[in-house]
Structures are given as structure tokens and as C-alpha cells.
């Protein structure tokens, strides 16, 4: 033991003094103030760019909404000025602006604005319920902002005080008598966190503080903007006053804009709960109908904070749906109601959920999420109760709902039994027995699918190709140009059918990726004008129906030579004219001869060729089908522009692009 305790201490590095792998006390850094904050904005806010910057306004409209929420503010005005200025102002209590207790020598306003964890939101007692729970909100703000201002009025006096980055610049003021009373925080993003470019989106901000205004018919919201910040927006207002006094019902009648509904009511209402024992206590309001065109949403808000990621006060109405709607078909007679499943009831529905509570539970500074284990069952219990009342009460309502949402079952079990079927029973389904010869991997993990045209292409690739991971769906010639053809002649085409059923991952709105079958699927045809029309159909068939299968990296196109090229036991394979010419002039000694072998397709170049030239992953050339990024939008509305005007029903239109082009075929000699 001895011995092996010299060799670990002979053979261990000894630290160098002066280097950089030195770690001491001093290397240890204590932040203080709202230093964290300003060294970590993401922490809090989301990040550091333009969109995290509008977190600033949302912290700072949550406080004034909860004093309107807690009964003692009824107007808010927020106001975007020109120079990326802001001003929140509420008709509230106003933040106390007396010493504090712990810091006599700070008033209230300026530990609330300077300490990380301070408020009055904590006990209870001064919020019933709260936006604000970590005490962390305004003074995030106040850290993130290279110019702040408050003025308080209480008692008919006006106090001021002003910050910047988080510290106060001046000692809290007071000023003259006024006859009013609640908070202003007047506010300048920090350029040194977000960038000299980054400017609050006037449209955003509008619609941020509308939604506040809808999720408590309470309070009344002015709004204003600047109108140098408006140009070519000719939807946002300068100025507006806000004030919806059916709530949530309002919101969902301006949304809908006159689309047509399953059925006229709405089921919406509001309901307070009282807590007992363990339970918690608080308010649930909520509004929902369910539009004809089954595009639908679902929107969720605790203590008006939006949970863009649910969480369990939308799970708690989901089942609440789902069983009233059960309970009323058994009640009823009903059949056909166990295939339901909840997304058919809430999935076409348009759905507005705002539950009000103390001390609620978040996922994250960012508050996106609500995971307060006892608002599950609050929610559903109060509004279970209320939807058997409407169901019950509205019969005619009720039964219509109740039709289209088992008709949606039916649909989505009979589209199951369709569409989703094993990997073993795919190639019995198809109609042509032997057509899609499949690769032995049940996983989809680095498989592929090669898609050639004719049997006899399909038969060198089958002989080509690894059992294991390799799938070969030969078609026969040409398919349906399908952004010329009807839905109904697509259904109608065999080929079509034969390549949805093959990668088993549905088109349009039912493309769900998790079902596709191959990791690749490679369009494989010949090197020719006929094998670039068919590869032209194939991935205008991939743009129109699986977009997505597109975007998610999946579609390639295999390239095959044109030309084998031979001199004494050299082989070289030349993919086009140009290509061949240059091997001839680089590759090659000149006092021989070569033999020029021109493949009229892929049927026939035998299996060993085509494999070393176009299948085996080791040496075959891919090249990848990819779309611009949602990013690019301009570039997007080119692809569509170009797809519809080579692949549309308009001859004209590519009449008109023959014409346009037909000198860049001749330059390249074609």
C-alpha cells in the first residue's frame, strides 16, 4: 500500500503557480445588487435579443394589472414613445414610498427597484392573487434599463425617483399635491444588453396589452404609440382605449371575426372557489366554442400571466370536457362515444382558460408553464359542474357537439386503420404484391427508401442494394403532376397511393413525422431529360403534400453517372458531357485507348455498378432537397411562385418562363 501511494504521488501532476488551472478563493465572485441580473439576463427574462426586450413591458404591465385584479386600480395606460421610451401607469395604491423597516435608511420604492426578492406579494396579505411571485419582476426592469423613472402618487402627493442599470441616481423626491393616485414607471431598454438596434414592435405591445384587457373586464386600458413608430403598420392604432365587459367572450367574438360556429352559444362563465384544508382557493373564468372550420386554440393565463406551455389548469379543463361530454352521451343513449378520445372534443375548439390563485406555481422565471399540483383538480371541478349545466341546458347544442366530435373519432380511426399500420404489414397492403421491397431493419433509424422508375431500374436496384437498411418502390414512368391535378385524381392514382402507404407519415395537416418509415427517401432515376422530369414530379409531389418531410432534412436525390470510362483495368465514371470530357483530358494516358460506355439507364447498368456507383453510402454522391427557412420568407414566396408557375395548371406561365430562359440553355449549349 505504501509502495502504491509513492507511485500515485510520483505520477500525479503537481499544480503550477501562476498558470491558469489555479483555483482559489479569489477566482470565487460574489455579485451583488442586481449585478446577476445584468450578467445573466436570460435568467430572467428569456434572453437578451428584441423578442426577450418585450418581457421588460409584460413585468411591468403585471404589476399594475395586479393592482387592478386586487380591486384597487380601474384604469392602465401604456404608452410607447419614439425614442424606444416607455410609460406604464395605473390609478392603483402606488408603491409605499415610508422607510423600510430592514433598510431605515431606503424607502420602500427604492428596495422594491434595487433588490432582487423584495415585495409585497409574498404573504398574502396585501395580493390576494398575484402575477408577481418572486419579488424579481421591476427590478429586473429597473437592472435591465439604462434610464428609469417612478413617480408615486399616494396621499395626494406626488414622490419621484430616478435609476439607471439597476442603481438609483437620485434620493427619492417629493414633489407638489396632486389630486390622484397610482404609479408611472417610465423606462429605456439598456443598448448595452440588447443592441443599439433593438426596438419595441408596436404591433406586439398592442396586442400584448389588449389581451390584458380582455382577461379582466374590470379595467379600462389606454393605450398609445407614437405614430413615426406606425409606418406601414395600418393595424395597430396611435391610440386606443380598451375596455371589454364580457371578458373572455369578447376576445373569442373579435377572433372569430364572423366565422361560422358549430353552434350559436358560447360555453363560457366565471366561478369562484374557497379553499378547504389543503385545497386552494381561487377564480376560474373561461370561454369556448367550437368554429365550423375546426381551426381552434387554446389560450391560458394564471393571474393574467399567459402559460404559452399549459400546464395543469389546462389539463384540469381538458378532462373536465372530456368527462361532462361522456357523462351527457350516456345520459343520452348515445353511441360511439368510446373511440373519443379528448383531443376530439377540445382539438377544433377555440378555447380562452384564466384562472386566478394565490401562490401559484411556475416552470421558470419566464412563467410559461403552471404546475401547481391542486389547480388540476380546481379547475376541473368547477368547470365540470358548469359544462353538464350547459350541455344539459342547450340540448341542441349539446347533441351537435356531440355528433361532430364522434364523427371525428370515427375519422381518426378509420385514418388509423389506413394509414398506420407495422412496417410488416406494409408491403402485404399494397396493391401490386412485390412492388416496395423492403429492408429487414424495423427501426427507421438509417434506413432508406429508393425510389426509381420501371421494374427493370428497380430490379438492378433490389440486387444492389444492403437487405438491411436499403428499400427500393419502383414507378411505373411518369407520375401525376399534383399541383395540376385534382385531390380527386390524386386519390385515384395507384402510384401516388403506392408512395403515401410505403412511407406510412400521411400528407398535408396529418403528416405526422414519427410514422415515417425511412430516415431517407432518395429519388434514384436516370441521368437524363426523362429521369429530371420524373425527379421534377416526384419533389413537387414531397413540396405540395409533405413539406415538412422537406424541412426535416429526409429528401434527396441520388446521382448516377452517365458515362463509364475504361483504359487498361481503370475504371472512372463521368457524370454528364463536361464531366467527361475532363477525364478524358486529365485521367487518362493519351497513347491509349478508352472505352466509352454511355448508361441509356439505370435497368441497365448492372447491380455491382450501380451499387459502387449510386447506393453504396461510401461512395455515392447525394444531393439534398432543401426549402429557405421560415426566416427567409421572401425566398419562400419565390419557391412557391416557381413550383406553381413550372408545375401549375397555367400553360402560359411556363410558356412565358421557356421564353425567358431559353438563353441561359442556349450559352450552356443545350
Known amino acids: 500500500m505504501a509502495h502504491m501511494a509513492d507511485l500515485f504521488h510520483q505520477n500525479s501532476p503537481k499544480p503550477a503557480k501562476g498558470k491558469r488551472g489555479d483555483y482559489t478563493a479569489k477566482d470565487i465572485e460574489v455579485l451583488e445588487g442586481l449585478e446577476p441580473v445584468r450578467r445573466r439576463p436570460g435568467m430572467y427574462i428569456g434572453g437578451s435579443d428584441e423578442s426577450a426586450m418585450h418581457h421588460l413591458i409584460a413585468e411591468t404591465l403585471d404589476n399594475a394589472m395586479d393592482e387592478a385584479v386586487a380591486g384597487h386600480a380601474t384604469t392602465i395606460e401604456v404608452e410607447l414613445g419614439a425614442d424606444n421610451e416607455v410609460t406604464v401607469r395605473d390609478n392603483g395604491r402606488g408603491i409605499p414610498i415610508d422607510p423600510h423597516p430592514k433598510f431605515p435608511k431606503k424607502s420602500a420604492l427604492e428596495v422594491i427597484m434595487t433588490t432582487l426578492h423584495s415585495g409585497g406579494k409574498f404573504s398574502g396579505k396585501v395580493y390576494e392573487t398575484s402575477g408577481g411571485l418572486h419579488g424579481v419582476g421591476i427590478s429586473v426592469v429597473n437592472a435591465l434599463s439604462s434610464k428609469l423613472a417612478v413617480e408615486v402618487a399616494r396621499d395626494k402627493t406626488l414622490w419621484t425617483q430616478t435609476f439607471s442599470r439597476g442603481v438609483a441616481k437620485t434620493k427619492l423626491a417629493k414633489g407638489g399635491a396632486v389630486n390622484r393616485r397610482g404609479t408611472s414607471v417610465i423606462f429605456t431598454p439598456d443598448t448595452q444588453i440588447f443592441g443599439d438596434k433593438a426596438r419595441f414592435r408596436p404591433a406586439l405591445v398592442y ?150 390563485i394565490r401562490d401559484p406555481q411556475f416552470q421558470g422565471q419566464t412563467k410559461e408553464k403552471l404546475v401547481s399540483v391542486a389547480a388540476t383538480r380546481l379547475v376541473e371541478t368547477v368547470i365540470k359542474d358548469h359544462f353538464d349545466h350547459w350541455l344539459s341546458g342547450d340540448m341542441a347544442s349539446a347533441n351537435t357537439l356531440l355528433e361532430t366530435v364522434i364523427a371525428r373519432a370515427s375519422e381518426r380511426v378509420k385514418k388509423k386503420q389506413d394509414q398506420d399500420f407495422s412496417r410488416k404489414s406494409a408491403t402485404k397492403k399494397l396493391r401490386l404484391p412485390g412492388k416496395l421491397t423492403d429492408c429487414t431493419r424495423s427501426s427507421p433509424r438509417g434506413t432508406e427508401l429508393f425510389i426509381v422508375e ?217
Open 207 to 356: 396586442r400584448m396589452v389588449r389581451s390584458k384587457a380582455y382577461l379582466f373586464e374590470g379595467v379600462k386600458v389606454r393605450w398609445s404609440c407614437d405614430k413615426s413608430l406606425l409606418k406601414g403598420d395600418d393595424q395597430t392604432p396611435a391610440e386606443d382605449e380598451l375596455h371589454f365587459a364580457n371578458g373572455l367572450t369578447d376576445y373569442l367574438t373579435h377572433v372569430l371575426n364572423g366565422r361560422k360556429r358549430l353552434m350559436d352559444s358560447f360555453f363560457a362563465g366565471k366561478a369562484e372557489m374557497t379553499g378547504n384544508g389543503n385545497d386552494i382557493g381561487g377564480r376560474v373564468e373561461w370561454a369556448v366554442c367550437w368554429p365550423d372550420d375546426e381551426q381552434g386554440f387554446l389560450n391560458s393565463y394564471c393571474n393574467t400571466i399567459p402559460t404559452a406551455e399549459g400546464g395543469t389548469h389546462e389539463q384540469g379543463m381538458k378532462t373536465a370536457m372530456l368527462r361532462g361530454l361522456k357523462s351527457y352521451a350516456d345520459m343520452s343513449g348515445s353511441k360511439g362515444v368510446g373511440n373519443v378520445t379528448g383531443e376530439d372534443v377540445w382539438g377544433g375548439a377555440c378555447i380562452m382558460l384564466s384562472l386566478f
Open 454 to 670: 420501371g421494374d427493370s431500374a428497380g430490379g438492378s436496384a433490389k440486387q444492389a442494394r444492403s437487405r438491411e437498411t436499403q428499400a427500393v418502390l419502383p414507378l411505373r414512368g411518369k407520375i401525376l403532376n399534383v399541383a395540376s391535378a385534382s385531390d380527386d385524381k390524386m386519390r385515384a392514382n395507384q402510384e401516388i397511393q403506392d408512395l403515401i402507404e410505403a412511407l406510412g407519415c400521411g400528407i398535408r395537416d396529418r403528416y405526422d413525422e414519427s410514422k415515417l418509415r425511412y430516415e431517407k427517401i432518395i429519388i434514384m432515376t436516370d441521368a437524363d431529360v426523362d429521369g429530371a422530369h420524373i425527379a421534377s414530379l416526384l419533389m413537387t409531389f414531397f413540396y405540395q403534400e409533405m413539406r415538412a418531410l422537406i424541412d426535416n432534412g429526409h429528401l434527396y436525390l441520388a446521382l448516377p453517372p452517365l458515362y463509364r470510362l475504361s483504359q487498361r483495368g481503370t475504371t472512372i465514371y463521368a457524370m454528364d458531357d463536361a464531366d467527361k470530357a475532363r477525364l478524358m483530358a486529365t485521367a487518362f494516358d493519351a497513347r491509349g485507348k478508352v472505352e466509352v460506355s454511355r448508361f441509356k439507364g439505370l435497368g441497365e447498368m448492372p447491380p455491382g455498378q450501380l451499387k459502387e456507383t449510386t447506393m453504396d453510402p461510401g461512395r455515392r454522391t447525394l444531393l439534398k432537397v432543401m426549402l429557405a427557412g421560415p426566416e427567409e420568407k421572401s425566398a419562400q414566396r419565390a419557391t412557391a411562385k416557381l413550383v406553381e408557375q413550372l408545375m401549375g395548371r397555367n400553360p402560359e406561365e411556363r410558356f412565358k418562363f421557356i421564353q425567358e430562359n431559353a438563353k441561359f440553355a442556349a450559352a450552356l449549349d443545350i
